[in-house]
């Protein structure tokens, strides 16, 4: 059985499950603090959900670089969106305005990439394990 992972479906869906994140964890769990847990405004876990969508969005992005179509406009419109997450939150008030620039940015580079990776022409098809 040939099992292919697709990189980018897994970042499209990290980016995804950030923006439900944030969208949607702090209207069903505002009772958390009642019982002394704080994660809506936890520091630690929004900068660990940045981080791995970095990591895996990269990596998706890279091998998509590396064996496909050698252009770097995914990883910089990827990168836009990261940075545009790490400003939220450090300029946490200008969250709403923010942060639907980062998901439009990061799910937009990982939509690039993968275009680019089916009109690729395929000249070196013998070492692309797509």
Same mark, same amino acid.
């Given at each position: 059985?040939?099992?292919?992972?697709?990189?980018?479906?897994? %970042? =499209?869906?990290? *980016?995804?499950?950030?923006?439900?994140?944030?969208?949607?964890?702090p209207l069903l769990l505002t009772?958390?603090?009642?019982? %002394?847990?704080?994660?809506?405004?936890?520091?630690?876990?929004?900068?660990?959900? =940045?981080?791995?969508?970095?990591?895996? %969005?990269?990596? *998706?992005?890279?091998?998509?670089?590396? +064996?496909?179509? &050698? *252009?770097?406009?995914?990883? !910089? /419109?990827?990168?836009?969106?990261?940075?545009?997450?790490?400003? +939220? #939150? !450090?300029?946490?008030?200008? #969250?709403?305005?923010?942060?639907?620039?980062?998901?439009?940015?990061? /799910? *937009?580079? &990982? /939509?690039?990439?993968?275009r680019a990776c089916?009109?690729?022409?395929?000249?070196?098809?013998?070492?692309?394990? &797509?």
């Open positions: 059985m040939n099992f292919r992972f697709n990189w980018d479906a897994l %970042g =499209i869906a990290t *980016s995804v499950a950030c923006a439900i994140h944030c969208a949607i964890l009772s958390l603090p009642v019982f %002394g847990i704080n994660i809506i405004e936890n520091v630690l876990l929004e900068y660990t959900m =940045i981080f791995i969508a970095f990591a895996i %969005g990269m990596y *998706s992005l890279w091998h998509g670089y590396r +064996k496909h179509h &050698h *252009s770097y406009l995914p990883a !910089i /419109v990827f990168c836009v969106g990261i940075i545009l997450l790490i400003a +939220k #939150q !450090i300029w946490h008030d200008h #969250q709403i305005w923010l942060l639907p620039f980062a998901v439009i940015f990061i /799910v *937009s580079a &990982h /939509v690039i990439n993968y089916r009109v690729h022409d395929h000249a070196h098809a013998d070492d692309c394990d &797509h």
